[in-house]
Each structure stands twice: as structure tokens, then as C-alpha cells.
Nanobody, 115 residues
């Protein structure tokens, strides 16, 4: 069974950095595209970044240049390095797998950026 477990969220001040981790299990991790999404109350869940099995990456415009998605296929981890954080980055961040027409999500980890 697919399992995605996020960690690394917390409270930081604007301009600081945070690194999120997602431990994946229950599928052949190295063969699948993975993603990070985020959601704030009253808003749709939004794509942040994706990384393919070939390590190609894609970012939403608001985070490009500040965030970096990466993966470790040996340990089945996907990471999101978040630099120069802004208050508008505050959200619950979710790890995502889309496989066989099904979305799989972790439990989410809260990121709060505030002075």
C-alpha cells in the first residue's frame, strides 16, 4: 500500500529557509513522478513543484528560484528545499504521487512564515 509521510515543517521568519522531507513506500519510487503541493484555508490545493523519474523538475512561478525539489531514489525520499521564505508561502505542504489515475497524498506538514 502506498504511504507518503511528510516532515520538516515549522515556524520560520521571512527570509529564512526550511527543508521538507517525504518518505515514500508501497510502490516503485524510482519509476514515478513525485510532487509537492500546498494548501491554505479556503483555497484550492496548489502545485508547488514536481520531479520526474528522470530528475526533470518543474515549479510554479511564485517559487521558482527560491525552492528546489529533489529526490533520493536509494532511500525513497523526495525533498523540498525552501529558501527566502515569504509569508505567502504559509500553508500545509503535501507530498503527492499520481499513479494509475489515482492521487496519493501524505498527511501534510505545516509551514508558517511570520515575523
Amino acid at each position: 500500500q502506498v504511504r507518503l509521510v511528510e516532515s520538516g515543517g515549522g515556524l520560520v521568519q521571512p527570509g529564512q529557509s526550511l527543508r521538507l522531507s517525504c518518505k515514500a513506500s508501497g510502490f516503485i519510487f524510482r519509476l514515478n513522478t513525485m510532487g509537492w503541493y500546498r494548501q491554505t484555508p479556503g483555497k484550492q490545493r496548489e502545485l508547488v513543484a514536481t520531479i520526474t523519474s528522470g530528475h526533470s523538475t518543474n515549479y510554479t512561478d511564485s517559487v521558482r528560484g527560491r525552492f528546489t525539489i529533489s529526490r533520493d531514489n536509494v532511500r525513497s525520499f523526495v525533498y523540498l528545499q525552501m529558501n527566502s521564505l515569504k509569508p505567502e508561502d504559509t500553508a500545509v505542504y503535501y507530498c503527492n504521487l499520481y499513479r494509475s489515475s489515482t492521487n496519493y497524498w501524505g498527511q501534510g506538514t505545516q509551514v508558517t512564515v511570520s515575523s
